[in-house]
């Protein structure tokens, strides 16, 4: 059960963040006497609730593992899918030092779940 909410965590975490590159609006907040409006697209939204989603799951899971075991993980792991997302889905270039980075990466969560 504790991976599927590290799984969900990641598939939230990672979507809501290409939702919102993808949407590409920040959105904007206007104050007017006693009114406020909030103007943000379809995309970016559903992006930015993936994310309030992707932080409610990263709560429960810092709180179900050992933080120096899972937070190098998870972490690590997602950086390498948010790099393989924006070349897939945004098409966005990965540099050499990217996948030197990426391949650094995975060699450190593997190191670190070598048992003693």
Do not use: C, R
């Not at 990641?10 to 909030?38: P, R």
């Not at 070349?87 to 060699?107: D, F, H, M, V």
């Amino acid at each position: 059960m504790k991976f599927v909410l590290v799984f969900l965590y990641l598939f939230f975490s990672v979507f809501g963040l290409i939702l919102m590159k993808k949407g590409g609006n920040a959105g904007s907040v206007s104050f007017n006497d006693s009114n406020v409006g909030l103007s943000i697209n379809i995309i970016s939204f559903i992006g930015l609730l993936f994310y309030v989603v992707s932080f409610l799951l990263y709560t429960k899971v810092v709180t179900s593992y050992d933080l120096s075991f899972i937070i190098p993980i998870i972490t690590g792991i997602s950086q390498i899918l948010i790099l393989l997302a924006s070349w897939g889905i945004l098409k966005e270039t990965i540099s050499k030092q990217g996948i030197i980075g990426a391949i650094i990466i995975i060699i450190g969560i593997i190191i670190m779940n070598i048992k003693k």
